[in-house]
């Protein structure tokens, strides 16, 4: 049976792209199994949000070498 808080978690995971990558998944109270597993995929999600927002800086650092 899948909890409602593992429902929760799976159902935002899914809803998450890159042009929503500042949203997280929510974190239960008690800190057993599925707080790790929330907290794993928050850090997850904020180092690709700095990955892509690095990468859009070098493109647009790029880009603007490139016009002058």
């Known amino acids: 049976m899948v909890t409602p808080v593992i429902n929760l978690i799976t159902n935002k995971t899914k809803k998450i792209e890159v042009t929503n990558l500042e949203e997280r998944v929510p974190v239960p109270e008690t800190k057993d199994e599925i707080w790790q597993l929330a907290n794993t ?20 650092d790029a880009s603007h070498q490139l016009k002058t």
């Open 41 to 60: 995929i928050n850090h997850l999600l904020s180092r690709l949000q700095e990955s892509f927002d690095s990468q859009e800086r070098f493109i647009q």
